[in-house]
Protein backbone atom coordinates (compact mmCIF):
# COMPACT_ATOMS: atom_id res chain seq x y z
CA UNK A 1 0.00 0.00 0.00
CA UNK A 2 1.17 3.53 -0.81
CA UNK A 3 0.97 6.18 1.49
CA UNK A 4 1.91 10.01 0.86
CA UNK A 5 1.69 12.24 3.65
CA UNK A 6 2.37 16.03 2.81
CA UNK A 7 3.36 18.74 5.32
CA UNK A 8 4.55 22.54 5.37
CA UNK A 9 2.18 24.39 4.12
CA UNK A 10 0.55 27.54 5.42
CA UNK A 11 -0.09 31.27 5.07
CA UNK A 12 2.35 33.57 3.76
CA UNK A 13 2.62 37.29 2.12
CA UNK A 14 3.20 37.48 -1.59
CA UNK A 15 6.89 37.43 -2.84
CA UNK A 16 7.23 34.98 0.48
CA UNK A 17 8.63 31.27 0.27
CA UNK A 18 7.66 27.33 1.53
CA UNK A 19 9.11 24.27 1.06
CA UNK A 20 6.71 21.51 1.27
CA UNK A 21 7.23 17.79 2.02
CA UNK A 22 5.49 14.76 0.73
CA UNK A 23 6.90 11.80 2.99
CA UNK A 24 6.22 8.70 0.83
CA UNK A 25 6.30 4.50 1.76
CA UNK A 26 9.75 2.80 1.39
CA UNK A 27 10.36 2.25 -2.51
CA UNK A 28 8.12 4.72 -3.51
CA UNK A 29 9.56 7.71 -4.42
CA UNK A 30 12.31 5.04 -6.57
CA UNK A 31 9.53 3.01 -8.04
CA UNK A 32 7.51 5.74 -9.01
CA UNK A 33 7.00 9.34 -11.11
CA UNK A 34 6.37 11.45 -8.08
CA UNK A 35 3.78 14.51 -8.60
CA UNK A 36 3.03 18.14 -7.27
CA UNK A 37 -0.67 19.17 -7.96
CA UNK A 38 -2.82 21.85 -6.59
CA UNK A 39 -6.44 22.41 -6.56
CA UNK A 40 -7.60 26.13 -5.28
CA UNK A 41 -11.50 26.46 -4.86
CA UNK A 42 -13.69 26.23 -7.55
CA UNK A 43 -11.36 25.30 -9.82
CA UNK A 44 -9.72 21.93 -11.37
CA UNK A 45 -6.62 20.01 -9.90
CA UNK A 46 -3.92 21.23 -11.70
CA UNK A 47 -0.15 20.20 -12.25
CA UNK A 48 2.78 21.70 -10.67
CA UNK A 49 5.60 19.52 -11.35
CA UNK A 50 6.85 15.96 -11.14
CA UNK A 51 10.03 13.45 -11.17
CA UNK A 52 9.33 11.45 -14.00
CA UNK A 53 10.99 7.79 -12.88
CA UNK A 54 11.88 6.67 -16.54
CA UNK A 55 14.44 9.70 -16.93
CA UNK A 56 14.57 11.56 -13.76
CA UNK A 57 13.64 14.39 -15.26
CA UNK A 58 11.88 17.27 -13.98
CA UNK A 59 9.10 18.93 -15.49
CA UNK A 60 7.01 22.70 -14.30
CA UNK A 61 4.15 23.93 -15.15
CA UNK A 62 4.63 27.25 -16.89
CA UNK A 63 3.38 29.69 -14.52
CA UNK A 64 6.16 28.17 -11.82
CA UNK A 65 9.18 27.69 -13.46
CA UNK A 66 12.21 29.95 -12.23
CA UNK A 67 10.35 29.87 -9.02
CA UNK A 68 9.61 26.35 -8.10
CA UNK A 69 11.77 23.70 -7.67
CA UNK A 70 10.86 19.84 -7.08
CA UNK A 71 13.68 17.47 -5.86
CA UNK A 72 13.99 14.22 -3.84
CA UNK A 73 16.04 13.13 -1.12
CA UNK A 74 19.05 10.31 -1.76
CA UNK A 75 17.04 7.74 0.41
CA UNK A 76 14.19 7.89 -1.88
CA UNK A 77 11.31 8.34 0.79
CA UNK A 78 10.92 11.99 0.35
CA UNK A 79 9.84 14.88 -2.55
CA UNK A 80 9.94 18.27 -1.91
CA UNK A 81 8.38 21.53 -3.44
CA UNK A 82 10.12 24.60 -2.56
CA UNK A 83 8.49 27.29 -3.60
CA UNK A 84 9.65 30.99 -3.63
CA UNK A 85 8.35 34.65 -5.08
CA UNK A 86 4.58 33.53 -4.01
CA UNK A 87 2.11 35.16 -5.26
CA UNK A 88 -2.04 35.18 -4.51
CA UNK A 89 -2.43 32.95 -7.29
CA UNK A 90 -0.40 30.15 -5.83
CA UNK A 91 -3.25 30.06 -3.06
CA UNK A 92 -4.39 26.14 -3.43
CA UNK A 93 -4.41 22.95 -1.64
CA UNK A 94 -1.27 20.87 -2.73
CA UNK A 95 -1.08 17.11 -3.00
CA UNK A 96 1.43 15.07 -3.63
CA UNK A 97 0.72 11.99 -6.21
CA UNK A 98 2.46 9.10 -7.07
CA UNK A 99 2.14 6.74 -10.44
CA UNK A 100 2.89 4.41 -13.19
CA UNK A 101 2.67 7.56 -15.03
CA UNK A 102 4.09 7.58 -18.94
CA UNK A 103 5.85 10.82 -19.98
CA UNK A 104 3.02 11.95 -22.45
CA UNK A 105 0.34 12.03 -19.56
CA UNK A 106 2.91 13.22 -17.01
CA UNK A 107 0.45 16.44 -16.37
CA UNK A 108 -2.93 14.74 -16.41
CA UNK A 109 -4.30 13.90 -12.56
CA UNK A 110 -6.11 10.90 -13.84
CA UNK A 111 -2.57 9.36 -14.82
CA UNK A 112 -1.61 8.84 -11.25
CA UNK A 113 -2.74 6.26 -8.45
CA UNK A 114 -1.99 7.47 -5.47
CA UNK A 115 -2.51 10.63 -3.34
CA UNK A 116 -1.98 12.68 -0.29
CA UNK A 117 -4.36 14.26 1.54
CA UNK A 118 -3.57 17.60 0.78
CA UNK A 119 -1.85 20.73 2.77
CA UNK A 120 -3.15 24.06 2.04
CA UNK A 121 -1.08 27.26 0.69
CA UNK A 122 -2.41 30.92 1.55
CA UNK A 123 -0.32 33.76 -0.32
CA UNK A 124 -2.19 36.65 0.84
CA UNK A 125 -1.15 40.23 2.28
Known amino acids: QVQLVESGGESVQPGGSLSLSCEASTGTVRAYTMAWFRQAPGKEREFVAAIHRSNNGIYYRDSVKGRFTMSRDNAKTMVYLQMNSLKPEDTAVYYC??????????????????WGQGTQVTVSS
Open 97 to 114: AAGNTILSSLRRADAYNY
